[in-house]
C-alpha cells in the first residue's frame, strides 16, 4: 500500500489499495481541504509534487486539462498508484475548515 506525504503539515498516511488522497486523509483526521468529494467543485485541488495518481473522472469545470497537465490533482478522485507527496492548495484547513457563502440566483 503507498504511503501519501502531505507536506502542508508534514505528515505522512498509509493509503488503502484503490483508496483515493481524500479519503485515507480524512480517515486520518487529517483536515483536507473539500467539499463535494465527487469531483465537481474544486476544492479538493491539490499539487502532485512527487509520484503519480490514477485521476477518476471529474467536472473540467472543477480540474481543467491546463491545470491537470501543470500537475494539479483532485484529491477526492486521485487513487495513487505508489508512494507521493502532495501539497494541498487551499488555506489552512486546521483554522478555517468551512466556508459559508451567500449568494444569489438571478
Ligand atoms: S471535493 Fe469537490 S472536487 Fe474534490
Not at 479519503?23 to 491539490?46: E, F, M, Q, V
Not at 477518476?56 to 498508484?81: D, W, Y
Request: glycine share 8%; with cysteine; hydrophobic share 40%.
Amino acid at each position: 500500500m503507498p504511503d501519501v506525504t502531505f507536506l502542508n503539515i508534514a505528515r505522512t498516511v498509509e493509503v488503502q489499495d484503490g483508496e483515493t488522497i481524500l479519503s485515507a486523509a480524512l480517515a486520518a483526521s487529517i483536515d483536507y481541504p473539500h467539499g463535494c468529494k465527487s469531483g465537481r467543485c474544486g476544492r479538493c485541488k491539490t499539487r502532485l509534487v512527487e509520484g503519480a495518481v490514477d485521476l477518476f473522472e471529474h467536472s473540467r469545470f472543477a480540474l481543467p486539462p491546463e491545470e491537470r497537465a501543470a500537475g494539479l490533482i483532485l484529491a477526492c478522485r486521485a487513487v495513487p498508484t505508489g508512494n507521493a507527496s502532495i501539497v494541498w492548495l487551499e488555506g489552512d484547513a486546521t483554522t478555517r475548515p468551512f466556508d459559508t457563502l451567500r449568494g444569489e440566483v438571478v
